[in-house]
């Protein structure tokens, strides 16, 4: 890995514009000194308040600038670079990416932490505060978008040439308060303070149609072609933001689409200057990035969900050609040769039918040559089995839409339904399953079988989740095209999940392995040699003591509830949704309630529970499992005779930001949700690399987390993937488990009768009814398999040694969860995209 080259000293010159031989520049300068200088600057030029009303906002904005200066001359050579020599570079396309704050990263990855921190120090100002100030852009709902931006890290400091696309919400994922016990959501206004890690480009620009209908017409050379004549246009234009590669000159971009009107377009075509239509055209077509839809709404089929998705894809691949032919200077047909174009599921799937419009109508290429070209330039990776999570469009509203499109599947459906027949004769349902139209509950238009017929490559995120898409989902497509499906397990990036998270692991990494770690993950093999150590053991507690000290004055200042950093702290961060299970974690918590009321003298280890996660808005159940935690909590929490031994929190506003504080801080790491239904789970090895303990079913990568730690350092329970079909194809029936299991009933009992609602029996009635009558998720299938492997959990905490063998050995065998390894297979496997070093 090379070092980040030390820039020389330009022609630096001093504000009265007099030269200053041997000093660093201001805006390149990497010294302590020359960041110095650079934030004065930009405290008087940029942010232009006098120094007595500075406030720490405004330190953070000079000193954000000042290393966005830093990472320009990179950003700009990098893209130089592969301009220049041509080399291939990845799209990654993405509805979301939850980039997290970026201040802190950029520190570390342009390894200047330090020189910021005396640098500021110089200022009177203390770097952690100022970095506590960011607020960070909430661009995504969960794992989805936070692997794009773990992917993004890794492109760049593996330095594969690559640019994220995606959309500039306006309005991020909403901000969780907790207020009666219930969420209520609060609209993010990311952008009030402005962003100063962004460029616009406003002369960068692209126009997307929308709606209205097509017709042919024969060109200049009587060939018969087809034309949109869209009902609206708007406008789209690209605001650019650096991804800084760790250690390396690479810095790629991120580009993240804003709609606009055509305001000339509406007033000469269509409004025949009509201003004030016009102004009310500009507000609608701004809406389009407005914000960003959360997962498992029942509102999210809406039509301007389409539209945004139509927008960025549009936009990201006019760009992508634009740059092919006139920066790169290629012809078309070696698209595939320079461009690798990765889908982050469905989201961006209409790319399929859009590459081919744009190939055929408006570079008038012929079919076979555009859809090779398609098929030869995308990969699809899918994220769910989830059969209500597979999106698909009602095909009058795509019709409607899209009409252009809506051709071009019809004829991309044609063609491979011709393919299948000829593979399977006399086989009419599996034409029928396989069509591109679905015919189930009114027509509709199947975005995964989209993805799937457009792609070279199609993958699941991880081995398990991966083998159980060839045999469900797209099963059929398996067996058509064996070839093409392929597993890459997620990974998260040790950068901001390690170093940046968890400075004082960080520290003793470096102290007992050297800092190879950071930029190699298995390196934290090296570890395994100290696990008989006990005076690493007991540096390695110490570690872990203090961050969790630090989460629970962070828990204390949001909640008021005490922690005691000697307690267990067990875990369950994510999006909440009943395949997650949090309601059986509550069960496990009632069950210790019960078993502490009924035995006080009862000897337990002591632990805190500690919840974070945002519920859809429109997700009922899910809004439901938020209050029966926090009702738990405010019963538990306030029974002396319980307190002693236990405490519930809900932390509101689970982010990328507060998520910091709590990877590093945990002993435990719930992973409970039904075998089968968690495609890999990237939370989970958050945990894993910074020595949290796992309990989990054998679901989505815990799989392979289980394998790489050892058995004997994982917590299994639960029914395995193919039980939970077999109980399904039995007949699922809650009762028997009740039935069979008195603490079970007198839990559920007391959850019912309003123990913990003040005698309230219908706030937590619709939770455990579920449970009771159809919960497609199996939690009472799994009840007696968690309570007792969750004995056993508390006890091996009583033996502090071997809880932190196992804690070290967890962290030092999580190589393999690194990004840049997932990233790697990516490259190797499905982008042939090679390194390719950045001269300055
Ligand atoms: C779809 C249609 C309309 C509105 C919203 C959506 C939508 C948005 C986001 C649907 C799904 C998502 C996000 C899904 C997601 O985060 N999936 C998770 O992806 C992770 C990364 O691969 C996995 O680790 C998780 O297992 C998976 O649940």
């Given at each position: 890995?090379?070092?980040?080259?030390?820039?020389?000293?330009?022609?630096?010159?001093?504000?009265?514009?007099?030269?200053?031989?041997?000093?660093?520049?201001?805006?390149?300068?990497?010294?302590?000194?020359?960041?110095?200088?650079?934030?004065?600057?930009?405290?008087?030029?940029?942010?232009?308040?006098?120094?007595?009303?500075?406030?720490?906002?405004?330190?953070?904005?000079?000193?954000?600038?000042?290393?966005?200066?830093?990472?320009?001359?990179?950003?700009?050579?990098?893209?130089?670079?592969?301009?220049?020599?041509?080399?291939?570079?990845?799209?990654?396309?993405?509805?979301?990416?939850?980039?997290?704050?970026?201040?802190g990263?950029?520190l570390l990855?342009?390894?200047?932490e330090d020189?910021?921190r005396?640098?500021?120090?110089?200022?009177?100002?203390?770097l952690d505060?100022?970095i506590?100030?960011?607020?960070?852009?909430?661009?995504?709902?969960?794992?989805?978008?936070?692997?794009?931006?773990?992917?993004?890290?890794?492109?760049?400091?593996?330095?594969?040439?690559?640019?994220?696309?995606?959309?500039?919400?306006?309005?991020?994922?909403?901000?969780?308060?907790?207020?009666?016990?219930?969420?209520?959501?609060?609209?993010?206004?990311?952008?009030?303070?402005?962003?100063?890690?962004?460029?616009?480009?406003?002369?960068?620009?692209?126009?997307?149609?929308?709606?209205?209908?097509?017709?042919?017409?024969?060109?200049?050379?009587?060939?018969?072609?087809?034309?949109?004549?869209?009902?609206?246009?708007?406008?789209?234009?690209?605001?650019?933001?650096?991804?800084?590669?760790?250690?390396?000159?690479?810095?790629?971009?991120?580009?993240?689409?804003?709609?606009?009107?055509?305001?000339?377009?509406?007033?000469?075509?269509?409004?025949?200057?009509?201003?004030?239509?016009?102004?009310?055209?500009?507000?609608?077509?701004?809406?389009?990035?407005?914000?960003?839809?959360?997962?498992?709404?029942?509102?999210?089929?809406?039509?301007?969900?389409?539209?945004?998705?139509?927008?960025?894809?549009?936009?990201?691949?006019?760009?992508?050609?634009?740059?092919?032919?006139?920066?790169?200077?290629?012809?078309?047909?070696?698209?595939?040769?320079?461009?690798?174009?990765?889908?982050?599921?469905?989201?961006?799937?209409?790319?399929?039918?859009?590459?081919?419009?744009?190939?055929?109508?408006?570079?008038?290429?012929?079919?076979?040559?555009?859809?090779?070209?398609?098929?030869?330039?995308?990969?699809?990776?899918?994220?769910?089995?989830?059969?209500?999570?597979?999106?698909?469009?009602?095909?009058?509203?795509?019709?409607?839409?899209?009409?252009?499109?809506?051709?071009?599947?019809?004829?991309?459906?044609?063609?491979?339904?011709?393919?299948?027949?000829?593979?399977?004769?006399?086989?009419?349902?599996?034409?029928?399953?396989?069509?591109?139209?679905?015919?189930?509950?009114?027509?509709?238009?199947?975005?995964?079988?989209?993805?799937?017929?457009?792609?070279?490559?199609?993958?699941?995120?991880?081995?398990?989740?991966?083998?159980?898409?060839?045999?469900?989902?797209?099963?059929?497509?398996?067996?058509?095209?064996?070839?093409?499906?392929?597993?890459?397990?997620?990974?998260?990036?040790?950068?901001?999940?390690l170093a940046l998270s968890n400075p004082g692991l960080r520290e003793l990494l470096d102290?007992?392995?050297?800092?190879?770690?950071?930029?190699?993950?298995?390196?934290?093999?090296?570890?395994?040699?100290?696990?008989?150590?006990?005076?690493?053991?007991?540096?390695?507690?110490?570690v872990?003591?203090a961050n969790?000290?630090r989460?629970?004055?962070?828990?204390?200042?949001?909640?008021?509830?005490?922690?005691?950093?000697?307690?267990?702290?067990?875990?369950?961060?994510?999006?909440?949704?009943?395949?997650?299970?949090?309601?059986?974690?509550?069960?496990?918590?009632?069950?210790?309630?019960?078993?502490?009321?009924?035995?006080?003298?009862?000897?337990?280890?002591?632990?805190?529970?500690?919840?974070?996660?945002?519920?859809?808005?429109?997700?009922?159940?899910?809004?439901?499992?938020?209050?029966?935690?926090?009702?738990?909590?405010?019963?538990?929490?306030?029974?002396?005779?319980?307190?002693?031994?236990?405490?519930?929190?809900?932390?509101?506003?689970?982010?990328?930001?507060?998520?910091h504080l709590?990877?590093p801080?945990?002993?435990?790491?719930?992973?409970?949700?039904?075998?089968?239904?968690?495609?890999?789970?990237?939370?989970?090895?958050?945990?894993?690399?910074n020595?949290?303990?796992?309990?989990?079913?054998?679901?989505?990568?815990?799989?392979?987390?289980?394998?790489?730690?050892?058995?004997?350092?994982?917590?299994?329970?639960?029914?395995?993937?193919?039980?939970?079909?077999?109980?399904?194809?039995?007949?699922?029936?809650?009762?028997?488990?009740?039935?069979?299991?008195?603490?079970?009933?007198?839990?559920?009992?007391?959850?019912?009768?309003?123990?913990?609602?003040?005698?309230?029996?219908?706030?937590?009635?619709?939770?455990?009814?579920?449970?009771?009558?159809?919960?497609?998720?199996?939690?009472?299938?799994?009840?007696?398999?968690?309570?007792?492997?969750?004995?056993?959990?508390?006890?091996?905490?009583?033996?502090?040694?071997?809880?932190?063998?196992?804690?070290?050995?967890?962290?030092?065998?999580?190589?393999?969860?690194?990004?840049?390894?997932?990233?790697?297979?990516?490259?190797?496997?499905?982008?042939?995209?090679?390194?390719?070093?950045?001269?300055?």
């Amino acid at each position: 890995m090379t070092d980040i080259a030390q820039t020389p000293s330009g022609n630096p010159t001093s504000i009265d514009g007099a030269a200053l031989p041997n000093r660093e520049h201001s805006r390149t300068g990497l010294s302590a000194e020359a960041l110095r200088r650079a934030v004065a600057d930009h405290l008087l030029y940029s942010i232009g308040r006098p120094q007595s009303v500075l406030q720490p906002e405004h330190y953070y904005r000079a000193l954000a600038l000042a290393v966005r200066d830093r990472m320009q001359q990179r950003w700009m050579a990098t893209t130089q670079d592969w301009l220049d020599l041509s080399n291939k570079v990845t799209c990654y396309l993405s509805a979301e990416f939850l980039m997290g704050p970026q201040l802190g990263n950029n520190l570390l990855n342009l390894q200047i932490e330090d020189a910021a921190r005396q640098a500021l120090a110089e200022l009177g100002q203390d770097l952690d505060e100022i970095i506590a100030c960011e607020e960070e852009p909430g661009l995504g709902n969960g794992g989805l978008g936070r692997l794009a931006a773990c992917y993004l890290d890794s492109m760049a400091t593996l330095q594969r040439p690559s640019i994220g696309y995606g959309i500039r919400y306006e309005f991020g994922i909403f901000d969780q308060e907790i207020k009666d016990g219930w969420q209520v959501e609060k609209t993010d206004n990311w952008l009030v303070h402005g962003n100063p890690w962004e460029i616009d480009k406003p002369d960068a620009s692209y126009l997307v149609c929308w709606g209205g209908h097509t017709e042919q017409y024969k060109d200049v050379a009587g060939k018969l072609r087809v034309r949109w004549i869209p009902r609206r246009v708007l406008k789209g234009i690209s605001y650019d933001t650096p991804v800084q590669g760790y250690g390396v000159n690479t810095c790629n971009t991120l580009t993240l689409w804003s709609a606009r009107s055509v305001q000339s377009f509406a007033l000469d075509a269509f409004n025949t200057g009509d201003f004030y239509k016009a102004v009310e055209d500009e507000v609608l077509s701004e809406k389009v990035s407005k914000v960003l839809y959360p997962n498992d709404e029942p509102e999210a089929g809406k039509r301007l969900r389409l539209q945004q998705q139509y927008f960025f894809v549009s936009c990201s691949l006019q760009d992508i050609l634009r740059i092919h032919q006139e920066r790169v200077g290629q012809p078309l047909h070696t698209l595939p040769q320079k461009w690798a174009i990765q889908l982050n599921d469905t989201h961006p799937s209409i790319a399929v039918a859009e590459l081919m419009r744009l190939l055929l109508d408006e570079h008038h290429m012929d079919w076979d040559e555009a859809w090779r070209i398609t098929v030869a330039t995308f990969g699809y990776t899918n994220h769910t089995l989830l059969p209500e999570a597979l999106e698909t469009w009602p095909l009058a509203l795509f019709g409607q839409a899209l009409p252009r499109h809506l051709e071009l599947i019809y004829e991309i459906n044609e063609r491979f339904l011709d393919e299948v027949r000829a593979k399977f004769p006399d086989d009419d349902d599996r034409v029928r399953r396989m069509s591109l139209i679905g015919e189930e509950g009114g027509k509709s238009v199947r975005m995964a079988h989209l993805a799937t017929v457009g792609s070279h490559a199609v993958n699941g995120v991880a081995a398990l989740h991966s083998e159980l898409l060839k045999d469900s989902v797209l099963k059929d497509f398996y067996e058509m095209w064996p070839e093409r499906f392929g597993n890459v397990t997620n990974g998260v990036t040790p950068r901001r999940f390690l170093a940046l998270s968890n400075p004082g692991l960080r520290e003793l990494l470096d102290e007992t392995i050297g800092d190879g770690w950071l930029t190699d993950l298995q390196q934290l093999r090296g570890l395994e040699a100290h696990v008989d150590d006990p005076a690493f053991r007991q540096r390695w507690r110490e570690v872990k003591r203090a961050n969790k000290s630090r989460l629970a004055e962070y828990v204390h200042s949001v909640t008021g509830i005490e922690l005691d950093p000697s307690w267990m702290f067990d875990v369950q961060v994510k999006r909440i949704h009943e395949y997650k299970r949090q309601h059986l974690n509550a069960l496990h918590i009632v069950t210790m309630y019960r078993r502490i009321k009924a035995n006080p003298g009862l000897s337990i280890s002591p632990r805190a529970f500690i919840f974070g996660g945002k519920a859809a808005p429109g997700y009922f159940m899910a809004k439901r499992i938020i209050k029966m935690i926090t009702a738990i909590g405010a019963t538990v929490n306030n029974d002396p005779e319980v307190n002693r031994f236990m405490r519930v929190v809900f932390l509101p506003n689970f982010n990328v930001k507060n998520a910091h504080l709590v990877y590093p801080a945990a002993n435990l790491s719930e992973q409970i949700s039904t075998a089968g239904k968690e495609a890999s789970g990237t939370g989970n090895m958050k945990f894993m690399i910074n020595g949290a303990l796992t309990i989990g079913t054998l679901d989505g990568a815990n799989v392979e987390i289980r394998e790489e730690a050892g058995p004997e350092n994982f917590f299994l329970f639960g029914l395995t993937e193919d039980e939970v079909e077999d109980v399904k194809a039995q007949g699922y029936r809650p009762a028997n488990y009740i039935e069979h299991d008195p603490e079970l009933a007198a839990v559920l009992e007391l959850l019912a009768g309003g123990r913990f609602t003040h005698g309230d029996t219908e706030v937590l009635r619709p939770v455990v009814d579920s449970l009771i009558h159809h919960d497609p998720f199996l939690a009472l299938a799994d009840y007696r398999s968690y309570v007792d492997c969750q004995d056993i959990v508390g006890a091996a905490w009583q033996n502090g040694e071997e809880w932190t063998r196992k804690s070290i050995l967890n962290s030092a065998r999580s190589g393999k969860f690194s990004s840049d390894r997932a990233i790697a297979e990516y490259c190797d496997d499905i982008w042939d995209v090679g390194p390719m070093s950045v001269r300055l």
